[in-house]
């Protein structure tokens, strides 16, 4: 299609949710735009080997993975209908804003780093328009500070995930995982296959927090069945899983050599004389996600706290969110999963496709609300289950970093709250500016507000969190292309 083409939906994400809004949403015979910052569709959740060169990897692309046959259904639906003429794909695309008028969504979009964009099918590709949006934007890994976590060998879980599954490499040889959350077993089976020895795995909950929400639990049998693979994968392995632990500080010189280990009560705090030293060459840390809300707060979208403290967007039974002619699927709604996420993805798009004058379904409708209803269920258990400690903050040396980028520590925050009088995140990322660099606070973002919440003991709000999340250019860009924006050239 040409520039000028107005699509009846534009889908941003070409994961687990947005994969699965944009086939539904061709199905039903609307014409789609599928943009994701990815060479290849998956996300995160179906990160795999480039699928022009398999044949270099040891390993099938399928290794790791769950669910694999509905991402190759998926996969083969989105050919078919890029096939067919109802959906252009374009991969590699980042949308850094979007302008809303009274009839048209329009999309402006960037290359990814390093990509090309000097040929004419880019520059086609550069501005998209659409009567109807689905934001399916995932989330990214969750971080804590802790004494020594900017060492070398430290990195998110899912990073380290990521890497086993596009580049079937292993970060380090050995490893201690830990954090909270199911997320931990997958991430140690994963390098305990790929030969790693896991040395640890250490959830700073206890297991029996599961036993206060126990008909949630069962809410997803398919959950059941993979812990029970998990469990035998460090039964294997002979994998140590330490419950009410946490790595309380790392070490090394140049790279990380070993950790520290420490037990903590309910709420987090250290237990004295319990640590323990372990030698290791990779911590690979999971404390839950972050939804990755710039566009849906630059477009005006209702938010709210969920129950892990992440400040999620609203949407409505239907997908739809408080702003007309745009739709929310995926972990931008909170934190649920793979089989959520589709879910929300295929209910989106049958309702956009509804709301743009199609064959309503409303038996798959209903089948759908039924199946997010029982997987929410589910999501609320784990998060309860599995919380970041109430006092982790109390981890933090004087001189921990909190913001890398900008490298502001703990003591700097806490001068900022209790000498400058900042009472809320925004306040002392203005003054102190953590969250100021890079990243924009995606790293540290939720680290501080914690952090600003227990030094002022007030709770953070949406109308705290919302100014972490909200930015101008929701990615990195280019001066050429603000200047084309300036010139009136979109």
Not at 89 to 97: E, S, T
Not at 260 to 281: C, H, S, W, Y
């Amino acid at each position: 299609m040409a520039e000028a083409s107005v699509y009846e939906l534009a889908v941003i994400g070409a994961g687990p949710a947005g994969l699965s809004a944009a086939v539904a949403a061709a199905e039903r015979g609307l014409t789609v735009a599928l943009l994701d910052a990815g060479a290849q569709t998956g996300g995160q959740y179906w990160r795999h080997p480039d699928e022009r060169h398999l044949d270099a990897f040891a390993r099938p692309e399928s290794s790791g993975h769950h669910h694999w046959s509905h991402y190759r259904d998926l996969r083969t639906r989105l050919a078919r209908a890029v096939e067919g003429g109802r959906l252009v794909h374009l991969p590699g695309r980042q949308v850094w804003r979007i302008d809303r008028d009274d009839t048209l969504l329009t999309l402006r979009t960037t290359p990814i780093s390093g990509a090309d964009a000097t040929d004419a099918a880019a520059a086609s590709e550069r501005v998209v328009r659409a009567e109807r949006l689905v934001l399916a934007t995932g989330a990214y890994d969750r971080q804590l500070p802790l004494p020594g976590w900017t060492t070398p060998g430290v990195m998110a879980a899912g990073g380290v995930q990521a890497l086993l599954k596009a580049n079937q490499v292993t970060a380090g040889r050995r490893a201690v995982v830990a954090g909270t959350g199911p997320f931990l077993l997958s991430v140690a089976a994963g390098l305990a296959d790929a030969g790693v020895e896991v040395v640890a795995v250490c959830d700073a909950n206890a297991l029996s927090r599961w036993a206060a929400t126990p008909l949630r639990a069962v809410q997803e049998p398919g959950k059941l069945l993979e812990g029970v693979g998990y469990a035998a994968t460090f039964v294997r392995h002979r994998i140590p899983l330490r419950t009410r632990t946490v790595v309380a500080s790392v070490h090394g010189t140049g790279r990380v050599s070993h950790v520290t280990l420490a037990k903590v009560d309910a709420r987090g705090r250290v237990r004295p004389g319990t640590g323990r030293t372990v030698e290791a060459d990779l911590v690979a840390l999971g404390w839950g996600f972050t939804p990755q809300l710039e566009l849906a707060i630059g477009l005006g979208a209702q938010t709210r706290v969920d129950v892990d403290s992440s400040l999620i967007a609203v949407a409505d039974a239907d997908q739809r969110s408080s702003v007309p002619g745009v739709y929310l699927a995926g972990e931008a709604t909170g934190i649920g999963g793979a089989v959520q996420s589709c879910a929300e993805g295929e209910l989106a798009a049958l309702t956009a496709a509804v709301d743009a004058g199609r064959a309503d379904d409303p038996r798959a409708r209903s089948r759908l609300r039924r199946r997010i209803a029982r997987g929410r269920r589910f999501a609320v258990g784990m998060h309860r289950a599995s919380p970041v400690p109430a006092d982790w903050t109390t981890w933090l040396a004087s001189d921990t970093t909190v913001c890398r980028c900008e490298e502001v520590d703990a003591d700097a925050v806490r001068t900022t709250v209790h000498d400058l009088a900042a009472d809320d995140p925004r306040d002392v990322r203005v003054t102190a500016r953590p969250g100021m660099g890079l990243c924009q606070g995606r790293v540290c973002g939720f680290a501080l507000a914690c952090l600003v919440s227990a030094e002022t003991g007030r709770p953070a709000e949406p109308t705290d969190l919302e100014p972490l999340a909200k930015r101008p250019l929701a990615t990195p860009l280019t001066v050429a292309a603000l200047a084309a924006l300036a010139d009136g050239k979109d």
